[in-house]
């Protein structure tokens, strides 16, 4: 990135205008302890010093993901809420499960769970909802449909990864939480770039110069086309007149 520092600016601006735009108060965020939901704290505090909370969400998560996002708060001086999901999950899987598990299906569910939760203290506050989701995870559809991405605004979602830790420094974010590897935490031992199955440095090359190993860039293009439609708005039926 050119200038780092004019670009948080213009961060810092732009969640402003939303916000006003929306006759919002300030802004609502998962923090996960990992570096995505980071930035957006680092920038929602400075556009919102007093209107800005970060909610630690455990569901049956790695303790040390709620070390992390309190470290983040900490060195952020950031309000935070628990709200821990691990029952309400199990309930809700109870409820739905009957035979035939799907590890995919409950996994998303955590998301799902947070957004809902996210969206209580939205409407509570009169905040908005800001998504940690980056252009790298966009672009090959590595997010949950309605979960990490049912928010009100994507403060990131034009930065690919890289982008993401430049801006991470500027923001005086922990080093610990920029250099650890990124994971979605939703099964034991998952990380990113195992389950996506390539670098981020790969991915990120890719939207930036169209280029990469051909099978890479195969795998890349078909992970973009096949999850278009969780970057669009559903399809609604027209009647012809
Ligand atoms: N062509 C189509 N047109 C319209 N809708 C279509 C569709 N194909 C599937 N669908 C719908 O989409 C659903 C599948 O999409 P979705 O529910 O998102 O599920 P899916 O893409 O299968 O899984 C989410 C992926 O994102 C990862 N993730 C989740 C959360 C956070 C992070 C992170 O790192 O930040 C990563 C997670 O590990 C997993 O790999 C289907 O069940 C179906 O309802
Ligand atoms: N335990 C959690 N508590 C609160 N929010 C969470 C939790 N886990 C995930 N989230 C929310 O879901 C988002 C996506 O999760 P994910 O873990 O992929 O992102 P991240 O931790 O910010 O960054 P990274 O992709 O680098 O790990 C988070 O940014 C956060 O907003």
């Known amino acids: 990135m050119e200038n780092v520092e004019k670009t948080c600016d213009e961060l810092v601006n732009w969640l402003r205008e939303r916000v006003e735009e929306a006759n919002a108060k300030g802004l609502v965020f998962g923090l996960s302890g990992g570096i995505d ?80 939760t996210l969206y209580y203290f939205a409407q509570k506050y009169n905040y908005l909802v800001a998504g940690p989701s980056n252009k790298s995870e966009f672009t090959v559809g590595y997010f949950t449909k309605h979960g990490d991405s049912g928010v009100d605004i994507f403060p990131i979602a034009s930065f690919v990864k890289s982008e993401v830790r430049e801006l991470a420094y500027c923001l005086n974010i922990p080093e610990k939480i920029i250099t650890k590897p990124p994971t979605a935490g939703l099964w034991e031992n998952q990380t990113d770039e195992k389950e996506m199955g390539f670098s981020y440095d790969v991915l ?38």
């Open 37 to 116: 939901s980071a930035v957006v704290a680092g920038l929602a505090k400075k556009a919102f010093p007093e209107n800005s909370l970060g909610i630690i969400m455990p569901c049956h998560s790695n303790p040390i993901d709620e070390e992390h996002g309190l470290l983040v708060a900490e060195s952020l001086d950031l309000k935070t809420t628990k709200v821990d999901l691990t029952n309400t999950y199990d309930v809700f899987m109870e409820t739905v499960s009957n035979e035939g598990e799907n590890r995919l299906a409950q996994a998303n569910v955590k998301p799902r769970l947070r957004m809902t």
């Open 204 to 241: 990120d090359n890719y939207i930036k110069t169209g280029s990469g190993e051909k099978e890479l860039v195969e795998k890349i293009e078909k992970m973009n086309k096949r999850s278009g439609h969780k970057r669009k708005f559903p399809p609604i039926f027209t009647i012809e007149k």
